[in-house]
Antibody, heavy 120, light 107 residues
Framework: EVQLVESGGGLVKPGGGSLRLSCAAS????????MIWVRQAPGKGLEWVGR??????????DYAAPVKGRFTISRDDSKNTLYLQMNSLKTEDTAVYYC??????????WGQGTLVTVSS | EIVLTQSPATLSLSPGERATLSCRAS??????FAWYQQKPGQAPRLLIY???NRATGIPARFSGSGSGTDFTLTISSLEPEDFAVYYC?????????FGQGTKVEIK
């Protein structure tokens, strides 16, 4: 069974605040998977944050415009873990952050999410 | 970026009624298309993937159709637990994009 478990959310002050989210994966071949972060601000819709390809597919990373230059996605295939390093956080980054992946058949799996609150 | 437009924004129906939700893409997404259900405080739940395939454990009253730019999610007979927000999503191009959601509420 595919499982994605996010952690690391919390309250951080705007401006210089940083946070690192983790996503522990199990039940599938993590090293071969493309992994995606999606977020959802309170009362709003779903927003793609970024994606990291598998190393065998080049490991390319792409980011949404609002987070480019501030957020960094990485992966540790030895630990089956995905990361999202978030720097220079803004109030508009307040959201539940989900990690997701898609399998060969097109099924998309989601974690339960972790809440990040950026507020003074 | 592919824009997905859902309609209507809100659907007010009674249990037992049929619900028809629509999503239109700004360009063709072939069948790389999904529908989700989301309830307050929960993660999105995959209902339909690749336009018409029900995800594991999803009741047969949920069905998806369409390809290219126009897609439909049909709930044949609403159960009390179906009242929620529904999102569509495309994955043919990066970035993945989502519709703004349709709220199905009790009339």
């Amino acid at each position: 069974e595919v499982q994605l478990v996010e952690s690391g959310g919390g309250l951080v002050k705007p401006g210089g605040g940083s946070l690192r989210l983790s996503c522990a994966a199990s039940g599938f071949s993590f090293s071969n998977a493309w992994m995606i972060w999606v977020r959802q601000a309170p009362g709003k819709g779903l927003e793609w944050v970024g994606r990291i390809k598998s190393k065998t597919d080049g490991g390319t990373i792409d980011y949404a415009a609002p987070v480019k230059g501030r957020f960094t996605i990485s992966r540790d295939d030895s630990k089956n873990t995905l990361y999202l390093q978030m720097n220079s956080l803004k109030t508009e980054d307040t959201a539940v952050y989900y990690c997701t992946t898609v399998d060969f058949a097109g099924r998309i799996y989601w974690g339960q999410g972790t809440l990040v609150t950026v507020s003074s | 970026e592919i824009v997905l437009t859902q309609s209507p924004a809100t659907l007010s129906l009674s249990p037992g009624e049929r619900a028809t939700l629509s999503c239109r893409a700004s360009q063709s997404v072939s069948s790389y298309f999904a529908w989700y259900q989301q309830k307050p405080g929960q993660a999105p739940r995959l209902l339909i993937y690749d336009a018409s395939n029900r995800a594991t454990g999803i009741p047969a009253r949920f069905s998806g159709s369409g390809s290219g730019t126009d897609f439909t999610l049909t709930i044949s007979s609403l159960e009390p637990e179906d009242f929620a927000v529904y999102y569509c999503q495309q994955r043919i191009n990066w970035p993945w994009t989502f519709g703004q959601g349709t709220k199905v509420e009790i009339k």
